[in-house]
């Protein structure tokens, strides 16, 4: 549901649509409110697979770092020079 919901905010964003997110007080009587409330408590209950598994550049670049290094010492041991 995520991905969808970005999907259609970036759809709109190309076409120049001025979207506004805020913050809705909840048991309002608002339209739509309870509609969401709904929705959004089933979409947390699923036992659907994980859409939201996106993280942080630093640690992408931190693990590639690591991977790099272990990659380099088992070539360097295998080569008979690190011995």
Same mark, same amino acid.
């Given at each position: 549901?995520?991905?969808?919901?970005?999907?259609?905010?970036?759809?709109?964003? !190309?076409?120049?649509?001025?979207?506004?997110?805020?913050?809705?007080?909840? !048991?309002?009587?608002? &339209?739509?409110?309870?509609?969401?409330?709904?929705?959004?408590?089933?979409?947390?209950?699923?036992?659907?697979?994980? +859409?939201?598994?996106?993280?942080?550049? &630093? +640690?992408?670049?931190?693990? &590639?770092? &690591?991977?790099?290094?272990?990659?380099?010492?088992?070539?360097?041991?295998?080569?008979?020079?690190?011995?």
């Amino acid at each position: 549901m995520i991905e969808l919901i970005t999907t259609k905010i970036i759809s709109l964003a !190309h076409l120049n649509c001025i979207m506004h997110f805020g913050w809705i007080k909840g !048991h309002a009587e608002i &339209e739509g409110d309870e509609l969401v409330d709904r929705l959004a408590k089933e979409a947390a209950v699923e036992d659907g697979p994980v +859409v939201y598994d996106k993280m942080p550049r &630093e +640690v992408i670049i931190t693990r &590639e770092k &690591e991977n790099g290094l272990h990659m380099w010492q088992r070539q360097w041991m295998n080569t008979g020079k690190g011995q």
